[in-house]
């Protein structure tokens, strides 16, 4: 056995961290007079081991790292992350998708769709379907992405991979702070910026210790609406984000640790990032109301729109160790309120002209709002061993209990009465069946309960000094239940319908790693990941077409996904150069997709046979002169359909085509991030600047499967209104541009301060990041768009 792994299981997680610290920086020690990177610790495979030594490809990006790009988010965070891609769907509601495996965009409405990525804020799951939450990096020991499918020791939604924040702990060896201040403006936009702080604060001598952080961010915004009437509302989709958390360390024996904390984040937006090119109110065709071309980073609103979720988590883990083995308690608690509130005129609008209602209530203005709220909690418990034997473990048990509850309404004042007019009195009541609030033509709830029980192992044996295999497990059980009630004019007349989704199996993985020398390590991986299918939402029938009710209305449930994963990968560290290297093929099997569905308004998933990727991804870091930080990071996937699904007359159903691309997957991505420092005698020795700009390039994409098909880009709304014959067509390419964009920073770092000023989006690239279409794209047509060129200064002080 190697040294490096002897230490990897002494060291234990509390000295990987302190070891942390120092971040992803170049040592100043010397080895044949090269300047070295020092290691990075981490706990990929819930023990402590170096990026080296663990046997997948994995990614992590540490504090100094994070503060050096600039990076504010995971979407920040994935340009220097090879093979992470972030979908972009408005204010808190990004996908997350890890080596091409995604499904399409899911949106609010689709409250039963599991991710495809786990989210971990150390111990703690905290996913949630197209509600990923946005966790602010400041005082993160590190991000830790693990690729490829990580089922056997996180579970049901890592089927793609695993996204890790880990915090830094409170420790007992003194007092420590830190604070950070930021100030931006955005080019054409507003104003933003924010204060983070820090306190680390020993209570009792080697005993205890509190860290509390606490962070308020002010956002800028950059998209501008015009209202009814031609007045314009500048920077709609400014918001901000506060919260914080507090950690306690109690070492109540020798051997024995326990952290309880608690964290608390809200984030608020006052609009979307949506830039229009049609809308059922504004465009071009109209010719008794004002005709209006919509610009870039352009929307029109009837009402403003609101993103608000508030996050607490309260969890505790206690660490015990004894003589061979260690145990660990991870028990969390998460409460989530999240409301998308959005406007809905036009969709309400355009159903009102099929209804042949007047143009007055028309343009009744339509407040559609989702309200979600989650309550779940997690205990997993887990034995490992922590000798130094060539044979080494960990075993453990998991238990979830999620309950999800899902309202949607669409509060439009006087649309009873005018329905009433126009259908006969008395209709709004009937299809309201006494659930509906009054002039709420739609209403829903679905409350959902998730109960998860899996146990799992993982094994490691060193064959030889060189070689060494691990294989595990998860045997895992699900039970799911929901209630469905749809009522209203636009609904499906439904009311407490019961569904139920039961699934149990076994992931396995095996793996292999093999030390060539002490620079080079060799990986392979071959693992199975999962995801738990449902049942969809019934559509809403009175809003279909006869071609869609046709096509889409016989979609009930979709079934369980699966895929299995194959990787070989190359990992080499020479001091001053380290590459990963990793080739990849995933067979899925009943890929859930989805789609939307068409004049319903409604989105539905289903399964696809067959379906694959392959590819590349490359992670390059190297100091070629003293001072130049030079990092590359890279992914070429294939990801493509292996079947095809036709609908019900014989045509291909949603692009969903043998051969075409899964949704929202670049072919290439690239990052590339080059820092050069150095000293500065005149503020002191301990005084350097440097001047880092960073490279990302995004392949082009389609949001989803039917947006690469023969035609797909040609709307045609079939709505006679406001002049508009409702037969002219708007034309859009839905292949959505490859583009490139360029940070720059500079900054002076002292003892304890650091001042950086910076550019980001150089160029004022305006990308456009996802198609969104408002009833199959009859009532709205617009992507979601990018932040403008931002000008910002940051001030960072530890004490």
């Known amino acids: 056995m190697k040294l490096s792994r002897k230490l990897m299981t002494l060291t234990g997680t509390a000295i990987g961290t302190s070891i942390l610290l120092s971040g992803a920086a170049f040592s100043q020690e010397a080895t044949d007079d090269k300047m070295v990177f020092e290691e990075i610790l981490v706990t990929a495979t819930k023990r402590s081991s170096t990026i080296k030594d663990v046997p997948f490809s994995i990614n992590a990006q540490t504090q100094v790292d994070i503060q050096r790009s600039g990076a504010t988010s995971l979407e920040d965070l994935a340009r220097n992350v090879a093979g992470l891609m972030i979908q972009n769907l408005g204010p808190g509601q990004s996908q997350v998708a890890i080596r091409g495996v995604s499904a399409g965009q899911i949106v609010r409405d689709q409250p039963g769709v599991k991710e495809q990525v786990g989210i971990y804020l150390d111990e703690s799951v905290i996913s949630l379907s197209l509600f990923t939450p946005d966790i ?85 915004g950059f998209i501008d609406a015009l209202r009814e009437g031609g007045t314009i509302d500048e920077n709609v989709n400014s918001g901000s984000r506060t919260g914080g958390r507090i950690t306690a360390l109690f070492q109540a024996t020798e051997n024995i640790t326990i952290t309880p904390r608690v964290i608390y984040q809200e984030v608020s937006t006052d609009g979307n990032n949506r830039q229009e090119v049609f809308n059922l109110y504004a465009n071009p065709y109209t010719t008794t109301r004002p005709a209006v071309q919509l610009g870039p980073r352009q929307q029109f609103l009837l009402l403003r729109e609101s993103f608000k979720d508030e996050t607490l988590i309260a969890d505790m883990t206690v660490e015990a160790s004894f003589d061979g083995v260690d145990l660990t308690s991870v028990t969390s608690y998460t409460d989530r309120d999240i409301l998308v509130s959005r406007d809905a005129s036009a969709l309400t609008g355009s159903v009102s002209v099929d209804l042949g209602y007047p143009d007055n209530a028309v343009l009744f203005p339509s407040n559609l709002r989702d309200t979600t709220k989650v309550e779940q909690f997690t205990q997993e418990l887990r034995l490992s061993s922590n000798g130094d034997g060539l044979f080494q473990w960990v075993v453990g048990a998991f238990y979830s209990n999620t309950d999800r509850f899902y309202r949607q309404s669409l509060p439009t004042p006087g649309y009873d009465a005018v329905t009433d007019a126009v259908l006969g009195a008395g209709t709004s009541a009937a299809v309201g069946m006494g659930v509906a609030p009054a002039d709420s033509p739609f209403y829903s709830e679905l409350p959902y309960t998730l109960k998860q029980t899996a146990v799992f192992a993982e094994a490691s044996y060193d064959v030889s000094d060189d070689l060494q295999v691990t294989a595990g497990g998860r045997y895992y059980d699900y039970n799911e239940e929901r209630s469905v009630t749809q009522v209203g004019l636009f609904g499906n007349g439904v009311v407490n319908q019961i569904d139920k989704t039961e699934s149990n199996g076994f992931t396995p993985r095996v793996l292999a790693t093999y030390d060539v020398n002490d620079d080079v390590t060799i990986n392979a991986q071959i693992s199975k990941g999962f995801r738990l299918g449902g049942v969809n939402d019934p559509l809403n029938t009175a809003l279909c077409n006869a071609n869609d009710l046709a096509i889409f209305g016989g979609f009930q449930d979709y079934n369980d996904e699966t895929l299995w994963n194959y990787e070989a990968g190359v990992k080499i560290n020479t001091g001053n150069v380290t590459l990963n290297m990793a080739a990849f093929y995933t067979k899925i099997s009943n890929l859930q997709v989805t789609l939307d569905a068409g004049s319903c308004s409604s989105r539905i998933s289903f399964n696809v046979p067959d379906a694959h990727t392959q590819g590349i991804e490359f992670e390059l870091k190297a100091r070629p002169i003293e001072g130049l930080d030079l990092s590359f990071a890279g992914s070429v996937i294939e990801s493509e359909f292996g079947s095809t699904v036709l609908d019900s007359n014989g045509d291909v159903l949603g692009g969903v085509r043998d051969g075409n691309r899964l949704p929202s997957v670049p072919k290439l991505n690239i990052g590339i991030t ?45 709505l006679p209104f406001g002049g508009a014959s409702g037969a002219d067509v708007t034309s859009l390419d839905l292949e959505l541009d490859g583009y490139q964009t360029m940070n720059i920073s500079a900054g002076i770092v002292m003892e304890n301060w650091e001042v950086v000023a910076y550019v980001n989006n150089i160029t004022d690239e305006n990308a456009n990041l996802s198609f969104d279409r408002e009833r199959g794209g009859r009532a709205r047509l617009g992507f979601r768009t990018n932040q403008p060129r931002t000008f910002g200064l940051t001030v960072r002080s530890q004490f």
Request: proline letters at 4%.
């Open 674 to 718: 080059a820092t050069y420092n150095f000293p500065i005698d005149a503020f002191g020795d301990n005084t350097e600047g440097y001047i880092s700009t960073t490279f990302q390039h995004r392949g082009s994409i389609f949001t989803q499967p039917s947006d690469q098909e023969a035609g797909a880009g040609d709307f045609v709304s079939g």
């Open 136 to 220: 602010d990096l400041y005082d993160l020991n590190r991000v830790e992405v693990l690729r490829g499918p990580q089922g056997t020791l996180f579970g049901s939604g890592s089927i793609g991979g695993t996204i890790r924040y880990i915090t830094n702990k409170p420790h007992t060896e003194g007092f420590e702070g830190s604070v950070e201040g930021n100030l931006n403006a955005i080019d054409g936009g507003g104003v933003g910026g924010h204060i983070k702080g820090m306190l680390n604060m020993p209570i009792a001598e080697d005993k205890a210790a509190i860290r509390i952080v606490g962070y308020h961010t002010e956002y800028g």
